[in-house]
């Protein structure tokens, strides 16, 4: 199971933090998740499963990445009676490290992460009706021609469809 930060929203109260939840299983079936974090509480936003999940797998799910998922989110333990602890997710300021990528010098994680977190910028400026490159760009800071490969490369790990029908 791999846990990694997506982005994070600033507002005048803190932060909303999304993060990337990738569980891989022995026999090839694999799950890709959103969580988000906001006001101690953690929810899941989207799943995407290969092969799909049965009911019970998607209640269970909670279960299998509850302690990875609190862990890289900063939440500790709730005591009884008592508030999660999130000292540890309000410690980076809206310049720091975990900070969305806005430009020169952001990083944007490769690999798998990097490219399912195109696809998902990409499907987003899609439905919103807007120039998906253009969404990319903005999100990673890299110019057109490497949007374009990041793209490209998304495609054929098959988190987006193919531009054009083979024939």
């Known amino acids: 199971m791999s846990v990694w930060p997506a982005w994070r ?4 109260n803190g932060a909303t933090m999304w993060f990337g939840v990738r569980l891989e299983f022995g026999d090839g079936a694999r799950v890709d998740a959103i969580a988000v974090v ?3 509480c953690v929810s899941i936003e989207d799943v995407r499963a290969e092969p799909a999940l049965s009911l019970d797998d998607l209640a269970a799910l909670a279960d299998w ?3 990875p998922l609190s862990e890289a989110c900063g939440i500790g333990a709730v005591p009884d009676g008592g508030e999660p602890d999130t000292a540890q997710a309000d410690t980076v300021g809206p310049g720091g490290a975990d900070a969305a990528p806005s430009g020169a010098g952001a990083a944007w994680p490769g690999g798998v992460e ?3 977190l195109v ?6 400026a899609q439905e919103q009706g807007v120039d998906p490159v253009l969404a ?9 021609r490497k949007s374009l490969r990041l793209i490209g490369q ?3 790990a098959g988190f987006l469809t193919r531009r054009r029908a083979r024939r």
Do not use: P
């Open 9 to 12: 929203v600033w507002d005048g």
């Open 38 to 40: 906001s006001e101690g």
């Open 65 to 67: 990445i509850e302690d």
């Open 114 to 116: 990097g490219q399912w």
């Open 119 to 124: 696809a998902q910028k990409y499907r987003a």
């Open 136 to 144: 990319v760009m903005s999100a990673t800071g890299h110019g057109r």
């Open 154 to 156: 998304a495609r054929d």
